[in-house]
């Protein structure tokens, strides 16, 4: 069946580093992968798209890419403040226009 | 833009009574909503998926008749717990996909609504 995987141990980054948050997927070939940020008690929020055929997408800090004989997509938080600290979620749309979400990643910035 | 809002954020009701939540597209016309269930630590799971003007489609396992879904218009579908118990007790979230090249290949959530069911 489809998965997607995401590292499922916290990530804690000083303030202004870079994070860098991992996405693997198998048994798919999505022709796009999302990305999402999710702080608790709320609903995930969208941040980026990026098709099959984009190596790469920026947006400010943020910046994705997608790799398709990796199967896998890199998510980037440059200069990182505390602010950026929730989960992230990658997701592929697949049969049905059904998300499939990984089980995010939770990421820390720390003063 | 793609803003979708829940009503309530969080509910708090007796064991058999039923509750509805609302999720309205604020602006732009929803196509299809999503309805999913989240349990602490846990990743989403898709409950069903409503498309306007007809009958919801729901995941295996996922009960219809105690999780009535209506998609009434292009901007609102409403979930209902019914006769709900504490183990419904759960954060419930929808998402709504659109019409138009960019808005329809993603999901939009709402913020959610907390149900504690007692």
Redesign the interface.
């Known amino acids: 069946s489809q998965k997607i995987e995401q590292n499922s141990e916290a990530l804690n980054i000083q303030e202004g580093k870079t994070a860098t948050l991992t996405c693997n997927y198998t048994n798919y070939s999505p022709a796009y992968l999302q990305w999402y940020r999710q702080d608790p008690g709320r609903g995930p929020v969208f941040l980026l798209l990026i098709r099959e055929n984009e190596k790469e997408k920026r947006k400010e800090r943020l910046k994705v890419t997608f790799d398709t004989t990796l199967k896998q997509s890199l998510f980037h938080i440059t200069a990182s403040q505390p602010a950026d600290s929730a989960t992230y979620l990658c997701a592929f749309t697949g049969g049905g226009n059904k998300l499939t979400f990984g089980t995010g990643t939770q990421l820390k910035v720390e003063l | 833009g793609?803003v979708?809002s829940?009503h309530p954020s969080w509910v708090i009701c007796k064991s058999g009574t039923s509750v509805k939540i609302e999720c309205r597209s604020l602006d732009f016309q929803a196509t299809?909503m999503?309805w999913y269930r989240q349990f602490p630590k846990?990743?989403?799971m898709?409950m069903a998926?409503s498309n306007e003007g007809s009958k919801a489609?729901y995941e295996q396992g996922v009960e219809k008749d105690k999780f009535l879904i209506n998609h009434a218009s292009l901007t609102l579908s409403t979930l209902t717990v019914t006769s709900a118990h504490p183990e419904d007790s759960s954060?419930y979230?929808?998402?709504a996909?659109g019409t138009g090249r960019k808005i329809q290949?993603?999901?939009?959530?709402?913020?959610?609504t907390?149900l504690l069911v007692l």
């Open positions: 793609a979708v829940q299809t999503f846990q990743s989403l898709l998926t489609t954060f979230i929808c998402s996909r290949e993603t999901q939009y959530f709402g913020p959610g907390r």
